[in-house]
């Protein structure tokens, strides 16, 4: 295939920055050629899924959903996902639909295969491609051409696949309105929350205690813990031996240019007169005659930075005159960009509309794009190569020292051989810490995952390639009442404070359904009736944040039908809700939006299709999971 690339290739093509290769090569589906080592998990008519394909696949899941969610995956989030199941689920997935396009015949050619690799941006420069360019990005991505080339092989055939039988889904006009319509209405609601935590003089006795404990005593039990032997090829120890030529560097300089280019830049002072997101046109209307007003002012000579001080509804910038300082077209909302990179130095806008409202602008300097100089950043770029050549020398000998272990069945034998020192932990959990392990987390998954004895693949961390051995596992255990006889109280006395709340909560709502007004009911508690105000389906409630539950209920709601059937749990408490308006969505934004919506709509359509697709066919498939390998 790649001679093939020679003989089909034009010339010298693109400018690409190295990280787009990552887009590049997300391998959710890919095929793993160590796998072959691993254990099998699974069996899909006949085609098996062993571990270490499972392995890369929880990974890469586990990583998408720690960029989404953040410091909000904790242990509870992630029970919720299920990520082993989902991570299996995929490559059963995968294993179908390569079968379901194999029995349909659908194959790729050599050259279908050729043109689509042809037209990956990573591989081109001045837009054609170049079969130099393609072998040193992949050797940089530890990727040889013969497993990208399988991998872009198997995602063509899946396009194929998908085009067959999602190719004819179509959303109509009419269904676009009623989803605008679904998602611009708006409700708005009284309310009153019962706070478990203002129920401050509950008790408890021994007898309670013990009677909670033994009817939840798994919820204390300690986990399993292992012990862990393991080798570190550290990254830094492998730069000395790291040679990078002078070409190297110039190379990709040329490759990366732009990343060290120096944007165009504008200093701006602006006076924002503020509107809420869901302003009536009557109110955008004298916003935008109130600055008007003074931009006539600022226009026939007084001071901008006093004008901004006085007028200014932005508290970030208004006490320094309205001054932004120098910012970057990506650091402001397009409207505001768009207008101040189009003004010149000294020059006042007429009011700019945005998100946030009305803008007067005027630029104070602007600094022109700067196109980077390879003297001014070499020694960057080659530190840069270094440490990437010294990663790429510590993975082939992480790969050497493994294929070792692997041999040998342990790696105190081997380390002692390649003068490797042999590091061992305490017992740890799965949730760690780890004494002397930064990434604990990343770490105790590959550990947990071992059977004693077992030696993991070279394991990718910040600092280096370790290789791990298990070599002692501690069951769980329930511990005594009297070591958690203080966790065991509190967790009780939270239950009994959650079953006043919502006990009152019933209560409160029960008055109302007997005809008692919502106010009155919730003076006699010495409670306040809050309302809401207006809002959508989707996004946050005014003063309370994001609350499915609640929104659900309060769009369920209507004048014929004023209270929900039960109370509602939420993060404050048991929530009670009463119907006050509605607002139909505005029909006028339909118009603008309907592309999005049709847009999004089809995608929605597709993937319930394909859902459905799979689902028919792995009610027709012989699909076995090794006994215990999801608990």
């Known amino acids: 295939m790649l001679s093939l690339m020679r003989k089909h290739a034009q010339s010298w093509l693109i400018k690409v920055a190295l990280g787009a290769i990552i887009v590049v090569f997300v391998f959710w589906y890919g095929w793993n ?28 899941m586990m990583q998408a959903y720690r960029k989404q969610f953040g410091n909000a995956l904790d242990e509870k989030l992630m029970q919720s996902l299920n990520l082993r199941k989902q991570a299996l689920n995929q490559l059963i997935d995968r294993q179908l639909l ?91 609601v009284k309310y009153v929350v019962f706070k478990p935590s203002s129920y401050n003089n509950v008790e408890v006795t021994s007898e309670e205690t013990e009677a909670y404990y033994s009817e939840h005593e798994k919820a204390y039990e300690i986990p ?87 007028y200014s509804d932005d508290p970030g910038s208004r006490n320094n005159g309205g001054d932004l300082g120098f910012f970057t077209r990506d650091r402001m909302v397009k409207p505001f960009s768009d207008a101040a990179f189009a003004m010149k130095v000294g020059k006042i806008s007429e009011p700019i509309r945005s998100p946030f409202g ?55 034998g081997v380390a002692k051989t390649n003068q490797l020192k042999v590091h061992e932990t305490e017992f740890f959990s799965e949730k760690g810490p780890i004494k002397g392990i930064v990434e604990a987390r990343k770490f105790a998954k590959t550990a947990f995952a071992l059977d004693e004895n077992e030696v993991s693949e070279p394991l990718e961390l910040s600092d280096g390639y370790y290789i791990l051995q298990l070599i002692a596992k501690q ?25 006043l709340a919502k006990e009152e909560a019933e209560e409160f709502l029960n008055d109302l359904k007997d005809g008692v007004a919502f106010v009155t009911a919730a003076a006699s508690r010495k409670l306040k009736a809050e309302t809401t105000g207006f809002f959508k389906r989707s996004g946050a409630i005014p003063e309370i944040g994001v609350e499915p539950d609640f929104q659900e209920t309060a769009f369920a709601l209507s004048q014929s039908k004023p209270l929900p059937d039960d109370v509602i749990k939420g993060r404050r408490g048991y929530y009670v809700l009463q119907i006050e308006a509605r607002k139909e969505a505005d029909l006028k934004e339909f118009e603008g939006e309907k592309s999005g919506i049709m ?25 076995s999971i090794q006994e215990g390998f999801l608990d």
């Open 475 to 499: 069951p769980a255990i329930i511990p005594e009442l009297k070591s958690v006889e203080k966790e065991v109280r509190q967790d009780l006395i939270q239950e009994k404070r959650n079953d």
């Open 33 to 60: 050629y160590r796998a072959q080592r691993g254990n099998r998990i699974a069996v899909v008519n006949g085609a098996p899924i062993v571990l270490e394909e499972f392995r890369g696949a929880y990974d890469q």
């Open 599 to 623: 847009t999004s709509l089809l995608f929605e359509k597709r993937q319930r299709v394909m859902a459905a697709f799979l689902d028919t066919v792995r009610k027709n498939s012989a699909i």
């Open 224 to 310: 399993p813990q292992v012990k862990i032997q393991y080798l570190l090829l550290d990254f830094e120890a492998f730069e000395d031996k790291a040679k990078v030529a002078e070409e190297e560097v110039d190379t990709y300089f040329e490759l990366n240019k732009q990343e060290y280019a120096t944007p165009k830049k504008v200093r701006a002072r602006h006076i924002l007169f503020n509107l809420g997101s869901n302003a009536e046109p009557k109110s955008i209307k004298e916003a935008r005659n109130k600055a008007l007003n003074v931009l006539k002012e600022a226009r026939s000579g007084t001071d901008f930075g006093e004008l901004a001080r006085k």
């Open 358 to 412: 009305w803008h007067i602008i005027k630029v104070e300097a602007i600094e022109e794009a700067k196109e980077p100089a390879l003297a001014e950043v070499a020694d960057q770029i080659r530190n840069k190569l270094v440490k990437d050549a010294a990663r790429t020398l510590a993975f082939d000998r992480a790969e050497e020292i493994f294929e070792a272990c692997y041999g040998a069945g342990n790696i105190s």
């Open 98 to 188: 390569l079968q379901e396009a194999t029995r349909l015949n659908f194959r790729v050619t050599d050259g279908e295969l050729l043109q689509a690799i042809q037209q990956v941006p990573a591989f081109k420069r001045e837009g054609r491609f170049h079969p130099q360019l393609y072998e040193w990005v992949l050797r940089n991505n530890r990727m040889t051409p013969e497993m990208y080339e399988e991998n872009k092989r198997y995602e063509l055939l899946m396009e194929k696949l998908e085009s067959c039988i999602l190719g004819s889904i179509k959303v109509s006009e009419g269904e676009a309105l009623e989803a605008h319509k679904w998602l611009k209405e708006e409700t708005s």
